[in-house]
Structures are given as structure tokens and as C-alpha cells.
């Protein structure tokens, strides 16, 4: 299981981004799909889970601003980012949690810097 994520980049407070993070190879059911971020000399943080009935759960510093969705034809999942703040500035990395043994794969991260 290969997972791309982008979608990264700079953006001024208040501003948007989307996120995308396709997941590739073979596999079976795709239980879980969440972002997770990573800010500098910040340990890494929960952002934001779909689950694989649409159900979602967010971390409150994101609620309200961040949207998550999932393409199920495309193996893919965005995050939409709105109302940004620096504090959001981190490295966002993908995570998917696939089959009965629920096994955990990780994309490489993508860089969002808010920043005036």
C-alpha cells in the first residue's frame, strides 16, 4: 500500500488549502483514514478520522474550520482547510488503517506553512 499526499503549501492566516492523500496497490477494505500533523518540535497530533460508514471525528483546534471527505471510487481522502491560523503550520501526514487486522500505512507528509 503506497499512500501520495499533497496539496501543501503557503498560505496567509484566514486563508484555505485542501488536502488530498490517495492510497494505491492492493489491499482490501480501507477501515479508517485520518490526517495526522506534526509541527516544528511538536510531537505528532491527531487532526481528523473518516471512517469507513462517513463518520467523522475532528480535534477541537480544527473544528468548524476543517472538513474531512473521502472519494471511495479513487481510494482517496481531502481534508479542506479554511480559516487557517499559524498554529496550523505543520507537516500533515495521511494514515489509513486497511483489513481485519486493521493495519496501519503512512504517507509521507506535506508541508502547510500560514504565514503573512
Known amino acids: 500500500v503506497q499512500l501520495q499526499a499533497s496539496g501543501g503549501g503557503l498560505v496567509q492566516p484566514g486563508g484555505s488549502l485542501r488536502l488530498s492523500c490517495a492510497a494505491s496497490?492492493?489491499?482490501?477494505?480501507?477501515?479508517?483514514m485520518d490526517w495526522y500533523r506534526q509541527a516544528p518540535g511538536k510531537r505528532r497530533e491527531f487532526v481528523a478520522r473518516?471512517?469507513?460508514?462517513?463518520?467523522?471525528n475532528y480535534v477541537d483546534s480544527v473544528k468548524g474550520r476543517f472538513t474531512i471527505s473521502r472519494d471511495h471510487a479513487k481510494n482517496t481522502m481531502y481534508l479542506q482547510m479554511n480559516s487557517l491560523k499559524p498554529e496550523d503550520t505543520a507537516v500533515y501526514y495521511c494514515?489509513?488503517?486497511?483489513?481485519?487486522?486493521?493495519?496501519?500505512?503512512w504517507g509521507q507528509g506535506t508541508l502547510v506553512t500560514v504565514s503573512s
Open positions: 473518516i471512517i469507513s460508514d462517513g463518520s467523522t
Open positions: 496497490g492492493t489491499f482490501s477494505n480501507i477501515n479508517t
Open positions: 494514515k489509513v488503517a486497511i483489513g481485519r487486522s486493521w493495519t496501519p500505512y
